[in-house]
């Protein structure tokens, strides 16, 4: 199973390139806010891309450089023109694929992998014509197109969606109906793109209220997201992005809900005396954890999402100046469940968000390994299974 990561962070992306057969410098923006111009920005100088270009090649020549362009469409930063939307000669939309071609040519890139998040569902038309226009243009270069996506579930029935704009209905047949899934047409990207990353993380993202505390990918969600994807996309094109990072929520008071990398982590350990569980039934906890107050309103009015459920991710219940916490996180045994259940579904590979210098050590432990152990498989040795 090929692995590969988003990272804008160096000094990781040069310390572990070697385990990586494919590297994500997410580096690229739209330039233009409410309007587009076509440009791109990247966050690199020219002296830091070439120079990472170099080692990379030199240290690694076999891992594929694809730089990601990244926009998440809100009122203030949209995609509309880039795409071809609202321009009606596609002058714009042209100058933008010429801008990517540059790049590519410039740096030498192996393709290029978009990014483009949050779109409104009368955008999946001129997407969908951007990037077969793209993919025209990468195919003759011989440069690879990747695409991003965001995660889908599957529904029993399809529902003739009616969006302004379009020509077409759209056939939805995924829970998440709504913006961003509604331009994702996994049949049509199953086509055309050359690899495909499903974005599985942030099922419970930060902030109060619905759906609440909870890991960023249980492996149960990415089982549904795969049951769904592998009706619509080859799975030798298709690759499961998983998180690196947790969240920590207060439970009953008034507070910020943090990110949670490893040094966190093993602060939250040495400092706090939490009770650290790995595997995860929330249920159980809260049956047992003595808590500061009565209602963890936080928690509480969502333990039905938890039900019946064991999570693999690790987590750490804490109670501090009275404030009762949880912290979700990824460490080696989270992520090897994970990969091994990937594995066994033979689909392409595996992605992270992201590569930093805060990831726990031992996830590169474990691919260092897994390394060994699909070059032993290879020569048809017996191997005993890994965690």
């Known amino acids: 199973?090929?692995?590969?990561?988003?990272?804008?962070?160096?000094?990781?992306?040069?310390?572990?390139?070697?385990?990586?057969?494919?590297?994500?410098?997410?580096?690229?923006?739209?330039?233009?806010?409410?309007?587009?111009?076509?440009?791109?920005?990247?966050?690199?100088?020219?002296?830091?891309?070439?120079?990472?270009?170099?080692?990379v090649r030199e240290k690694s020549p076999n891992t594929l450089l694809i730089p990601t362009i990244f926009r998440w469409e809100n009122n203030s930063e949209l995609i509309m023109e880039a795409i071809g939307a609202k321009d009606p000669d596609f002058k714009i939309r042209s100058r933008h694929i010429e801008a990517i071609l540059k790049e590519i040519d410039l740096y030498g890139w192996d393709g290029i992998d978009i990014d483009y998040e949050g779109m409104g569902c009368d955008r999946k038309e001129a997407f969908e014509d951007f990037l077969i226009e793209l993919k025209k243009k990468?195919?003759?270069?011989?440069?690879?197109?990747?695409?991003?996506?965001?995660?889908?579930?599957?529904?029993?029935?399809?529902?003739?969606?009616?969006?302004?704009?379009?020509?077409?209905?759209?056939?939805?047949?995924?829970?998440?109906?709504?913006?961003?899934?509604?331009?994702?047409?996994?049949?049509?990207?199953?086509?055309?793109?050359?690899?495909?990353?499903?974005?599985?993380?942030?099922?419970y993202p930060r902030g109060p209220g619905f759906p609440g505390p909870g890991p960023q990918a249980p492996l149960d969600w990415i089982e549904k997201i795969l049951d769904y994807a592998l009706a619509k996309i080859p799975k030798e094109k298709l690759y499961m992005a998983i998180p690196t990072y947790g969240y920590d929520w207060p439970l009953n008071c008034e507070g910020?809900?943090?990110?949670?990398?490893?040094?966190?982590?093993?602060?939250?350990?040495?400092?706090?005396?939490?009770?650290?569980?790995?595997?995860?039934?929330?249920?159980?906890?809260?049956?047992?954890?003595?808590?500061?107050?009565?209602?963890?309103?936080?928690?509480?009015?969502?333990?039905?999402?938890?039900?019946?459920?064991?999570?693999?991710?690790?987590?750490?219940?804490?109670?501090?100046?009275?404030?009762d916490h949880v912290a979700f996180y990824m460490n080696r045994g989270a992520f090897a469940t994970k990969y091994n259940a990937l594995k066994k579904r033979k689909i392409a590979g595996f992605s992270f968000w992201q590569l930093v210098r805060d990831n726990d050590p031992e996830i590169h432990t474990f691919l260092e390994e897994a390394i060994k152990e699909n070059h032993r498989e290879s020569l048809g040795e017996s191997v005993p299974k890994h965690n």
Not at 164 to 174: A, E, F, R, S, T
Not at 288 to 300: A, G, Q
């Open 256 to 323: 910020e809900t943090k990110a949670v990398y490893y040094s966190y982590a093993r602060k939250i350990i040495r400092e706090k005396n939490p009770l650290k569980k790995e595997p995860t039934s929330i249920p159980a906890i809260m049956k047992s954890y003595p808590r500061s107050t009565n209602e963890w309103p936080e928690l509480d009015p969502y333990l039905y999402r938890h039900l019946g459920k064991v999570y693999e991710d690790p987590s750490l219940w804490y109670t501090v100046d009275g404030c």
């Open 1 to 55: 199973m090929l692995a590969s990561t988003w990272s804008s962070d160096i000094a990781s992306i040069k310390k572990y390139v070697h385990l990586y057969d494919e590297m994500h410098p997410f580096i690229y923006n739209l330039k233009g806010g409410r309007r587009n111009t076509g440009e791109i920005h990247n966050v690199w100088s020219e002296k830091e891309t070439r120079d990472l270009v170099l080692y």
């Open 138 to 203: 990468l195919k003759e270069k011989d440069k690879l197109l990747s695409v991003a996506i965001h995660p889908k579930t599957a529904i029993q029935d399809t529902i003739d969606f009616k969006c302004p704009g379009l020509k077409q209905n759209i056939k939805v047949d995924y829970f998440e109906s709504y913006k961003g899934q509604w331009t994702h047409d996994y049949e049509f990207l199953g086509k055309v793109a050359d690899k495909i990353k499903i974005m599985a993380y942030e099922l």
